[in-house]
């Protein structure tokens, strides 16, 4: 059917759709790959799993896919998080932080041309920026890291990456975002720079978001339109992420698979912990009727309830022919064509359509069907608020989204990012260092 549709004004440009691989479940992803269930074949790489992951990494870029290098510098550079899984990235330092004189040039440990050396020889498409978390626009190592996006561009042009093309990660928290004064500081700070893409890690933002925290961070987005640079909202899913790319504030998102949906740094500068402190992630299957995730603890509880079968499994038999069975036996199979899906359906409707789009037809029937889960005659109160909060947010959002699409009709809206071709100069936005 798609090759019939027939678009007046040309064929609306798709949305950038980002998946980090993270540091664990790539041996599933592999298989998920080879069955053709992947879905999304635009892909973030930590530079500490490089290795570990290399034969999931040589079937993407076989497959065409695009390899971006996240180089784990503000990690790497973060008291809670230097020595965690970050710690076996090639240009860490194995008994303490990462600092700024790290990342000067000419720097004992130099840790731009390495940066630029692996990417170029592993065969990366894109590099994250070595940026770090910033408390906000006066933050020092806001001038370290633009120095740094200039070095990185020039080491990576003399080590025959000049096709390598930068994303710039702005890592802030969301009052900072939220600050106008704060927020052209930035702007005026990044306009020169030579990336070319800007991504969003808003710390204490994410598929969660409350109603009136994603029309901030939409409002307050769009101011960076004025780099005229594609804009990706990082650790951003679900209907929030959909919200975002289908009011124009950000042309792509970028997610986990069934984590990385919220970016959180709230600890970063805190001691490490002890080890043996940390727990593994309990297994979670996304609910589309809710625009949530629940543990498979809460939806054996959940099971006894009538009719919550029915209510919560998914209703695609392309994704799920056996329906509640199904998301369980694979969950993740699940969460990434649900997800894709959503974003496919977004990227075929023209620009100007894409928020009464997502209002009508992506965001209305979930609401309908977490109003009716809600209704649920559940057992366990807890889980009984979770399910009435999770209809009430959804339908909060709707009106606080549709009172904004009125504010915001007719403004400029974010450009999709390009797929970076192998081997081709990256594009010369802002300027080059000599």
């Known amino acids: 059917m798609g090759q ?10 798709p949305i950038g759709h980002f998946l980090r ?35 999931l990494i040589a079937s993407l870029a076989e497959a065409g896919g695009e390899l971006i290098l996240d180089t784990n510098v503000a990690e790497l550079s973060s008291a809670r998080k230097y020595n965690g899984a970050v710690k076996s990235a090639p240009w860490a330092n194995p008994v303490a932080m990462l600092t700024a004189d790290d990342l000067r040039p000419n720097a004992n440990r130099d840790v731009i041309g390495q940066i ?10 894109m590099v994250q920026a070595p940026t770090h978390l910033l408390e906000g626009s006066p933050d020092a190592m806001f001038a370290v890291d633009r120095a740094s996006t200039m070095a990185l561009r020039n080491a990576l042009d003399a080590e025959g990456g000049r096709h390598i093309g930068i994303n710039y990660p702005l890592m802030i928290k969301s009052a900072v975002l939220r600050d106008p004064v704060q927020r052209r500081a930035f702007i005026a700070g990044l306009e020169e720079l030579p990336f070319d893409n800007l991504w969003f890690r808003i710390s204490g933002f994410g598929a969660d978001a409350s109603p009136a925290g994603l029309r901030r961070y939409i409002a307050a987005v769009m101011d960076f339109q004025r780099l005229e640079r ?3 909202a990082d650790g951003v899913g679900g209907l929030a992420g959909l919200a975002i790319v289908a009011f124009g504030a950000a042309g792509g998102i970028c997610h986990g698979v069934a984590e990385k949906e919220r970016f959180d740094a709230s600890d970063w500068n805190k001691p490490p912990e002890p080890r043996g402190q940390s727990f593994g992630r309990e297994k979670r299957v996304l609910i589309g009727s809710l625009d949530r995730m629940l543990s498979e603890k809460q939806l054996d509880a ?7 079968r029915k209510a919560l499994s998914c209703n695609d038999t392309s994704c799920c022919p056996r329906g509640f069975d199904d998301m369980l036996k694979d969950p993740k199979a699940h969460y990434l064509r649900q997800r894709s899906q959503g974003v496919q359906e977004l990227s075929r409707i023209p620009d100007s359509r894409r928020a009464q789009h997502y209002l009508d037809k992506q965001l209305t029937p979930v609401e309908r069907a977490a109003r009716n889960v809600a209704k649920l005659r559940v057992g366990d109160e807890g889980l009984k608020k979770i399910l009435e909060k999770s209809s009430e947010r959804l339908e909060k959002i709707h009106s606080v989204l549709d009172d904004l699409s009125g504010t915001i009709k007719g403004a400029p809206r974010a450009h999709a990012p390009s797929r970076q071709p192998r081997g081709k100069p990256a594009a010369a936005a802002g300027k080059r260092n000599p």
């Open 116 to 125: 630029a050396r692996f990417a170029v020889q592993h065969g990366f498409h």
């Open 4 to 13: 019939n549709v027939v678009y007046l004004h040309g064929q609306p440009e």
């Open 302 to 308: 959940l099971m006894s309830t009538p009719g919550a």
């Open 21 to 55: 691989i993270g540091n664990s479940g790539h041996r599933q992803l592999e298989t998920l790959l080879d069955s053709g269930k992947m879905m999304l074949d635009r892909v973030v790489v930590d530079a500490a799993a490089v290795a570990r992951q290399h034969d």
């Open 230 to 232: 594609p804009i990706v």
